[in-house]
């Protein structure tokens, strides 16, 4: 029991660093790529550490359906950014 409420409060913390922190900025950096700007090196970097995140905790998430759905489309996000910094890479 201890145990499922210690990942049930992980959960939660990790929940909540991502909307109030995480998301919040990944969502700046994707504006800024779409507006054909360059990855910076902080961006790139930001969203190391959040992939990198992603990874450690991901025994929290495969547990929980609805956290399953919000790593999904983080990982989509993610390659929506990373592809179009490519692409305005290419282009500069």
Known sequence: MTNHRQ???MMVTLMERFKTQRLPRIM???E???QGNRLGEYDRLFLE???KD???NIRYVEEIPECQHMFIQLAHLYKQIMD???ENEQQA
Do not use: C, H, L
């Open 7 to 9: 990942q049930n409060g």
């Open 32 to 34: 800024q790529v779409d």
């Open 84 to 86: 179009k910094a490519v």
């Open 54 to 56: 992603a990874q450690r």
């Open 49 to 51: 550490e959040v992939i």
């Open 28 to 30: 700046e950096i994707k």
